[in-house]
């Protein structure tokens, strides 16, 4: 069995990722990273700059896999950074079930919460929600998220939902579980 080690350059590695975040941006297929940014890249270098400054740009890695792991790595990493930005000592979640074309229920969580003096509002997750959509399972899928992700309650300053029965209910909705753990929760419709 045979390997080749490839050596990529700190700034190739560079020029790698941010040629995969605009492929993620304009939702286009992996494959063009290497079949039509790269080509025209390098001619585009080669028609105004010469064929060495071209050649430079062949140790580029865009092949459909790695630009698919490129993709990976940043939306982790930002989905790193919202978290750490909702661990901070107040946030608001804005929570509603949405179904898509195959009938098939979602949970989907936005937060909202204050850097310096800036409101920002983010998606924190869109999560499958199994069976019947109960105030006690919508509240499962949020608080296992808080733990795996190490988020206090105690932060949680408001909630808003729709007027579902399940969302809204006072005595057995997903309003009178999250004030249980976050008694500072506001509900809003």
């Not at 509240?139 to 988020?151: K, L, V, W, Y």
Request: aromatic share 8%; charged share 25%.
């Amino acid at each position: 069995m045979f390997s080749k080690t490839m050596f990529v350059t700190q700034k190739a590695l560079l020029a790698s990722y941010k040629v995969s975040y605009r492929i993620a941006k304009c939702k286009k297929p992996h494959s063009i990273g290497e079949t039509l940014v790269l080509p025209a890249a390098i001619d585009i270098i080669a028609t105004m700059l010469g064929e060495s400054y071209a050649d430079q740009l062949k140790i580029i890695p865009l092949a459909d896999n790695t630009v698919g792991r490129r993709i990976s790595d940043i939306s982790e990493d930002l989905c790193d950074q919202l978290i750490e930005k909702v661990k901070l000592p107040s946030f608001v979640l804005q929570v509603d079930e949405a179904t898509d074309v195959l009938k098939d229920a979602h949970l989907i969580t936005y937060v909202r919460y204050v850097v310096e003096t800036d409101v920002r509002e983010d998606m924190l997750f869109c999560k499958p929600i199994e069976c019947n959509t109960t105030a006690r399972q919508v509240f499962n899928i949020i608080d296992n998220f808080f733990n795996e992700n190490d988020i206090l309650w105690e932060n949680c300053v408001g909630l808003c939902t729709d007027g579902a029965p399940s969302m809204a209910g006072k005595n057995a909705g997903l309003q009178a579980l999250v004030r249980k753990v976050a008694p500072r929760a506001v509900w809003t419709i």
